[in-house]
Nanobody, 117 residues
């Protein structure tokens, strides 16, 4: 069974930085496109960034230039470096894995990120 475990959330002041990590177990990591999504209260879950097994990345316009997604296929880990954080980045952040062939989706449990003075 594929499991995703996130870590690294917390409270940070505007302009600060956080790094989220997600460790995947139970399957071959390199078969999955990995992504980070977020959901703020009262809003729909939205894609923040994604990265294919070959390293091709995609970002939401709202985070371009501030966030960086990366993956380490040897450690089954995907990370999201978040810089210049804004209050509007406050949300629960979810790690996501999508099988490149079947499209099967897996989700982590989520980690809270709060940006506040």
């Amino acid at each position: 069974q594929v499991q995703l475990v996130e870590s690294g959330g917390g409270l940070v002041q505007p302009g600060g930085s956080l790094r989220l990590s997600c460790v995947v177990s139970g399957s071959i990591f390199s078969l999955y496109t990995m992504g980070w999504y977020r959901q703020a209260p009262g809003k729909q879950r939205e894609l923040v960034a994604s990265i294919t097994s070959f390293g091709s990345v995609n970002y939401a316009d709202s985070v371009k230039g501030r966030f960086t997604i990366s993956r380490d296929n040897a450690k089954n880990t995907v990370s999201l470096q978040m810089n210049s954080l804004k209050p509007e980045d406050t949300a629960v952040y979810y790690c996501n894995a999508r099988h490149f062939h079947t499209g099967t989706l897996y989700w982590g449990q989520g980690t809270q990120v709060t940006v506040s003075p």
